[in-house]
């Protein structure tokens, strides 16, 4: 089985197996533990504000990504699509403690917004308030996700063959 996913052992009670998670609401449910995996999309507030696969807007995306790659987070796979992110990463942990996905994905919205709105000449918000998280449970819920974010691309009429993409990539580790 893949490092990426942890098999516990039994558990005593369901408090055990919440301990650490923390669930916060908006308007979608997002549940963060330490140590967990996730599957990441961020979306522009409106496709027509900018292209994120126009060069050098995909550039400053894909060093955004690649920035805190083994910093704050281990990134396994990442497309950048003309409206919306995908990532699948993991948290570190740092002296015990992991760092949070809600500071993660803040950061890198934050950061990007602010030099992506300079490149466009414009300002305001760029992003949707509320990114799409989900827990990746085990290696054939990877592989699904991984798949998923590799052939958008192709399913989104963009390109004929996924690995053409130039906004598709993986982390340093893979």
């Not at 919440?18 to 496709?47: A, K, Q």
């Not at 709105?117 to 949707?128: A, D, E, K, P, T």
């Amino acid at each position: 089985m893949d490092s990426r996913f942890k098999v516990g052992g039994p558990l005593r009670n369901r408090s055990d197996r919440l301990e650490g998670f923390e669930r916060r609401r908006r308007r979608l449910p997002h549940w963060e533990g330490p140590g967990e995996t996730y599957f990441l999309t961020f979306r522009l507030m409106c496709p027509d504000f900018v292209d994120l696969t126009q060069e050098r807007i995909g550039r400053l995306v894909v060093e955004a990504i690649m920035f805190f790659a083994d910093v704050r987070y281990e990134l396994y796979d990442y497309t950048i699509m003309p409206d919306h992110v995908h990532l699948i990463l993991k948290p570190i942990v740092h002296d015990g403690k992991a760092e949070r996905l809600a500071n993660v994905t803040h950061s890198l919205k934050s950061w990007l917004a602010s030099r992506i709105n300079r490149i466009v000449g414009r300002s305001g918000q760029l992003w949707q308030h509320e990114s799409y998280d989900h827990i990746v449970r085990d290696e054939a819920d990877y592989q699904e996700k991984a798949a998923y974010i590799f052939d958008n691309p192709k399913r989104a009429g963009l390109v004929n063959d996924p690995a053409e993409w130039p906004w598709w990539g993986v982390g340093p580790r893979k």
